[in-house]
C-alpha cells in the first residue's frame, strides 16, 4: 500500500508539473533595464551537443597541457565555432556576437586573439584527433580521397605574410592566400592546409597527403581531383603504396590522335552492358537513350604509367552544354556595341568574350577604317564538337560504372567551399598574421564539419541554407524571475532537431532551472550517474572495440580488394594465354563471363566469415571480434555499475581501462584472422575449378573434337575429290572416243 501511493505522489507531481501554468504581470509604464540583453540564441545548442560529441573538450584539454596560458581554449573554440555557423563576421564582433548566447563569455577578446595562435600552432593535432574522434558520430569513409584547392582574398593593396597576388578564383585584383581540402568519400572534411597565394597548387599535394599518411594513418586510398590537380607528378605518387586515383582530363587538351579516338562516335558501349554501338545511331528523343550514359576505354600513351582514359558521353548533359552555350551567345552579342567596338575587353577563358572576333575586313571584302567586333561562328563550332563529352583518367581495375560514380561525387568538395564561401563567410580576411589567419580557417572548416554531421543526421532533407537559417532564428526572450519565451517559428526543421537532439527548447515557456538542465545534462556534465549509466557504457564499449573492430574491418576489405585485383589480373592473363594458343576459341567473351560470375559470388559472400554458432547468416571475423570484446568488457560495466560516483571516481575507471587496454591481448583474433585465408583461398579454388577449369577443359575437348572431325571430313572430300577425278578422266576418254566413232562414221 505505502509503494502504491509513492507511486500516485509521483505520478500527481508529474502531472502537475505537465499541466502548470504561469502568470506574468507585466507593467505598461515601467521601463526594461538599461543595457541588459534579454534575446538570447539557443539555435547553438544543437551545435554544442556535436561539439561535445567530437570530443573537442578534450582535444583543448590535451592542448592545454602543452601551454602556458589561462584563459578557457575550450569556452574560446567552441563560441568562435557557434558565432562562425550563426553569426559569420570579424573576431570582435562573433566576441559580441556570443554575449546573446544563453551562457555568455566569461573571457576578454584579448583572450580571443591570443587563443587564435595557439590554435594556429596545433591545427595539424585538432585535425588529426578530430578525425580519429568523428569515428563516433560518423563511420569515416577514407577509401576514396577528395582534394582540390581554392583561394580567399584580403581587403589589402600589399602583399602581407601569405597574402600574395596569384591567380584568382574570383578574378581579384587583391592578395590572396590558398587553401587545400581532403574529404573523404562521405563528402566529410577530412584535413585542409593553408599556402602562399602565388604558389602553383599543383605543389600544395606532396606535403598534404604525406600529412593525411603519417597524422590520419590513411595510406592507401583513390586519390580524385579535378585536372588542376592531376599533374604527372601527383599522378605518379599516387599509383605507389596501394593508392590509385580517377583525375578528370580535359579533351581539347590531348594529343590529337587520342582527341579524336575520344570523341569518335564508334565503340561506345552503354553502362552496364557489353555491346558496342554508334553515337550516331543513337535517337537522342528517345527518353530512355535522353537519360543514358555511354562510355568508351581509350589506352594512355604514357609509357611509366598505366592507365587508361574513360570517355562518357550523355545526350542530357550535351543539351545542357547547348543550351549554356546559346546563353553565352546571347551575352557575347550584347557587348557589342552599336558601332561594331567591344565595350569591355576581358580576359578569362570563360567569358561569353571568347566568341567575339575582331575583323580588320568588312563583310563586301574592304580594309576596315577601325576595328570591327563579330560573332566567331568557328569557334563555336569547335566548342560544340565536345558536347555531352566527358573524360578522366584512371589506373583503377574497378568496374568502369564504379570509377564513374567515384568522380560524379567530387561537386561535394566543391560545394564544401561554396559552404565557407558564402554561409560562414570565409572570406575577406580582416586578420594580419599569418598563424591567426590559419587558426580562422580552422574554424571555418571545423563549422564545415559541423554542417556535415549536421545534414547527415537530418539524412539530407534540408539545404544548407534552409538548416543555417532556422539556427540563426532560433531566439529566446527572458522574462526575468519566470523565464525563456520562444520567439521564433516552430517548423518541421526545429521539429527534426528537437527530435534528433532529443531536447526541446519550443514550450510555451522554459524555466530558467530547466533551461539550465538543457544546456548542460543533455551532455552529461552534472546528471547522476544512474541518468548517465547507458551513456557511459556506450562510450566505454565504443573505447575498447572500435580501433580493433576498426582494423578487422579494414582487413576484410584490403583482403576482398587484393582478391578482387589479383583475380582480375589472372583473367587478363588466361585471356592472353588462350586467344595465342587458341585463336579458334572466343576467349574475350567467355573470359569476360567467368570473370563477372565470380565476381557476382564473391560479392554474395563474406570471405572472411567464420563458423559461429549465431543464427545470422553473414556472421564474420569482425563480428566474432565485437561479440568477444563484449563479452570481455562486461567486467568493465560490472565494475562501473557498483556504485560509481560521477564526481568521485572518474580516475578510477580511466585507470581500469588503462589495465584492460595493458592486458590486451590480440593474438587469438589475428589467429582467427589468418585462418580465414584459407577460406578465402579455398573458395577462390573452387570457383576457378567449377567456373573456369572445367568449363574450359570441356569447351576445349568439343574443339579438339570438332578438329579431328573436320579432319576426317576434309580427309574424306580429298579422297572423293581424286574419285571424281578418276571418273572424269575416264568420261573424257570415252566422250573422246564416241567422238572419234562420229567422225568414222559420217
Keep these: 500500500m505505502a509503494w502504491a501511493k509513492e507511486q500516485a505522489r509521483i505520478e500527481t507531481e508529474k502531472y502537475n508539473k505537465e499541466n502548470e501554468s504561469i502568470s506574468i504581470s507585466l507593467n505598461p ?5 538599461k543595457n541588459q540583453i534579454n534575446s538570447f540564441n539557443c539555435g547553438y545548442l544543437f551545435l554544442q551537443n556535436i561539439y561535445y560529441s567530437l570530443r573537442m573538450d578534450n582535444i583543448c584539454r590535451n592542448i592545454r597541457n602543452r601551454h602556458d596560458y589561462s584563459y578557457d581554449l575550450n569556452a574560446i573554440l567552441s563560441d568562435l565555432i557557434y558565432a562562425r555557423f550563426l553569426n559569420p563576421c570579424s573576431k570582435n564582433s562573433s566576441f559580441h556576437f556570443c554575449q546573446r548566447l544563453l551562457e555568455p563569455p566569461r573571457y576578454q577578446l584579448h583572450d580571443v586573439y591570443r587563443a587564435l595562435s595557439v590554435l594556429a600552432q596545433e591545427s595539424d593535432y585538432i585535425q588529426a584527433e578530430l578525425y580519429r574522434n568523428s569515428h563516433f558520430v560518423h563511420k569515416r569513409k577514407t577509401y576514396i580521397l577528395y582534394y582540390d584547392c581554392t583561394n580567399y582574398y584580403f581587403e589589402i593593396e600589399q602583399e602581407r605574410g601569405n597574402a600574395k597576388y596569384g591567380k584568382s578564383k574570383e578574378h581579384r585584383s587583391n592578395p590572396i592566400v590558398g587553401m587545400g581540402l581532403f574529404m573523404d568519400a562521405d563528402g566529410f572534411p577530412l584535413s585542409f592546409d593553408m599556402f602562399e597565394g602565388n604558389l602553383n597548387e599543383q605543389l600544395t599535394l606532396k606535403a598534404h597527403e604525406q600529412k593525411i599518411i603519417n597524422d590520419f594513418h590513411c595510406s592507401k586510398f583513390v586519390y580524385c581531383s579535378d585536372s588542376g590537380l592531376g599533374s604527372k607528378k601527383n599522378r605518379l605518387m599516387n599509383a605507389t603504396g596501394g593508392r590509385a586515383y580517377v583525375i578528370t582530363q580535359s579533351l581539347k587538351k590531348l594529343k590529337k590522335d587520342i582527341r579524336d579516338t575520344c570523341l569518335s562516335p564508334s565503340q561506345f558501349r552503354k553502362i552496364g552492358s557489353d555491346t558496342f554501338i554508334n553515337l550516331k545511331d543513337l535517337d537522342e528523343n528517345d527518353p530512355e537513350v535522353y537519360e543514358s550514359i555511354y562510355y568508351k576505354e581509350v589506352p594512355s600513351d604514357k609509357k611509366d604509367l598505366d592507365e587508361i582514359f ?28 552599336a558601332t561594331g567596338k567591344i565595350k569591355k575587353n576581358r580576359k578569362n577563358p570563360n567569358d561569353p568574350a571568347r566568341f567575339l572576333e575582331k575583323y580588320a575586313f568588312t563583310e563586301n571584302g574592304e580594309l576596315a577604317e577601325d576595328e ?8 563555336i ?27 560524379k561525387r567530387r561537386w ?43 545534414e547527415d543526421k537530418t539524412e539530407y532533407k534540408y539545404t544548407a541554407e534552409e538548416i543555417i537559417k532556422t539556427m540563426k532564428e532560433m531566439n529566446m526572450t527572458l522574462i526575468d524571475g519566470f523565464g525563456y519565451i520562444p520567439s521564433y517559428t516552430r517548423t518541421d526543421i526545429t521539429d527534426e532537431l528537437h527530435k534528433i537532439f532529443k531536447f526541446r527548447t519550443d514550450y510555451q515557456i522554459i524555466k530558467k532551472q530547466r533551461m539550465k538542465n538543457i544546456i548542460h545534462n543533455e551532455w552529461g556534465l ?75 559470388d564473391m560479392e554474395a559472400s563474406d570471405l572472411f566469415s567464420i563458423e559461429s554458432d549465431t ?60 585462418k580465414s585465408k584459407d577460406i578465402v583461398i579455398d573458395f577462390v579454388k573452387n570457383e576457378f575449378i567449377t567456373e573456369l577449369i572445367e568449363p574450359l577443359q570441356n569447351q576445349i575437348k568439343e574443339i579438339r573434337d570438332q578438329k579431328e572431325n573436320k579432319e576426317k571430313e576434309l580427309q574424306t572430300a580429298k579422297n572423293r575429290r581424286e574419285e571424281l577425278e578418276s571418273i572424269k578422266t575416264i568420261i573424257a576418254t570415252q566422250i573422246s572416243n564416241f567422238s572419234d566413232l562420229k567422225a568414222s562414221i559420217l
Excluded at 509604464?29 to 533595464?33: A, F, L, P, R, S
Excluded at 572570406?427 to 554542417?451: G, N, T, W
Excluded at 545470422?616 to 557498483?642: A, C, K, Q, T
Aim: include cysteine; charge should be negative; charged fraction near 30%.
Design 381 to 407: 563550332k569547335k566548342e560544340a564538337m565536345y558536347d555531352g563529352f566527358y573524360a578522366v583518367v584512371t589506373n583503377l581495375d574497378d568496374d568502369i560504372q564504379e570509377i564513374i560514380a567515384i568522380n
Design 310 to 337: 574513360i570517355v562518357t558521353y550523355s545526350p542530357k548533359y550535351k543539351n545542357y552544354q547547348r543550351k549554356i552555350r546559346e546563353t553565352q551567345i546571347q551575352r557575347a552579342e550584347k557587348m557589342i556595341s
Design 372 to 379: 570591327i567586333w563579330q560573332i566567331n561562328e568557328e569557334t
Design 412 to 454: 561535394q568538395i566543391e560545394e564544401c567551399f561554396r559552404i565557407m564561401k558564402t554561409e560562414f563567410d570565409a572570406r575577406p580576411v580582416y586578420l594580419r598574421r599569418d598563424d591567426r589567419i590559419k587558426a580562422h580557417f580552422l574554424i571555418c572548416f571545423l563549422s564545415l564539419l559541423f554542417f556535415r554531421v549536421l
Design 29 to 33: 509604464n515601467m521601463t526594461i533595464q
Design 526 to 600: 552534472t546528471k547522476s550517474f544512474k541518468s548517465i549509466q547507458p551513456k557511459l557504457n556506450d562510450e566505454l564499449q565504443n573505447l575498447i572495440t572500435r580501433l580493433l573492430k576498426r582494423a578487422t574491418e579494414n582487413l576484410a576489405e584490403e583482403g576482398k580488394r587484393k582478391i578482387r585485383r589479383s583475380i582480375e589480373e589472372f583473367f587478363a592473363n588466361a585471356e592472353d594465354l588462350l586467344m595465342k594458343y587458341l585463336p579458334d576459341f572466343d576467349s574475350r567473351d567467355f573470359v569476360k563471363s567467368t570473370q563477372k560470375k565470380i565476381q557476382l
Design 615 to 674: 543464427d545470422e547468416p553473414d556472421y564474420g571475423f569482425g563480428d566474432m571480434v565485437w561479440e568477444i570484446l563484449n563479452i570481455g568488457s562486461l567486467r568493465v560495466f560490472e565494475f562501473v555499475g557498483n556504485g560509481l560516483s560521477h564526481s568521485k571516481q572518474v580516475a578510477n575507471v580511466e585507470n581500469f581501462i588503462n589495465s584492460i587496454s595493458g592486458d590486451f591481448n590480440p593474438e587469438p583474433y589475428l589467429d582467427t584472422a589468418f
